[in-house]
């Protein structure tokens, strides 16, 4: 797990670099805490920042939060009935979305493209599929 983190703030600076944004302390603390979450919303994000940048403010917060969306740097996951959550990871996939708790995980799921693609002749250029339901943790709590 600790190379995958490692990995994945390498990969983060590289693209930080290639964007022209410079790697400030905020930008990599706020990107290792996005990935060491997965899924994070603002005022988890928020509380988290504080406990290592002790004077971040929540407009520094959402001003680098906006900048990385714009560089396509991070995502913007809108959950019904949830805070909307950061991700890191850009590539296409669907979420799996826990309606009791709001756990959100992420899965590859290629067959609604594909099937649009070759049936349907349709060219995807991207995709959002969100699947709502129980996680198994909630499920075992409560029975």
Do not use: W
Not at 6 to 33: H, Y
Not at 77 to 98: A, P, R
Request: hydrophobic fraction near 40%; glycine fraction near 4%; charged fraction near 25%.
């Amino acid at each position: 797990m600790i190379f995958d983190t490692i990995a994945v703030m390498e990969n983060f600076q590289a693209k930080l670099q290639a964007s022209g944004l410079k790697i400030t302390p905020q930008r990599t603390i706020i990107a290792d805490i996005i990935s060491r979450f997965g899924h994070i919303d603002m005022d988890q994000l928020f509380i988290e920042t504080k406990k290592v940048l002790h004077n971040i403010s929540l407009a520094t917060l959402y001003k680098n939060i906006k900048l990385l969306q714009e560089k396509q740097l991070l995502r913007e996951v809108s959950i019904d009935g949830f805070k909307t959550k950061y991700e890191l990871n850009l590539s296409e996939h669907s979420h799996l979305i826990c309606e009791s708790c709001g756990l959100v995980t992420d899965i590859e799921c290629p067959l609604p493209k594909e099937f649009a693609q070759s049936s349907q002749q349709f060219e995807v250029r991207r995709s959002s599929i969100m699947l709502y339901g129980i996680c198994h943790n909630c499920k075992q709590h409560k029975s």
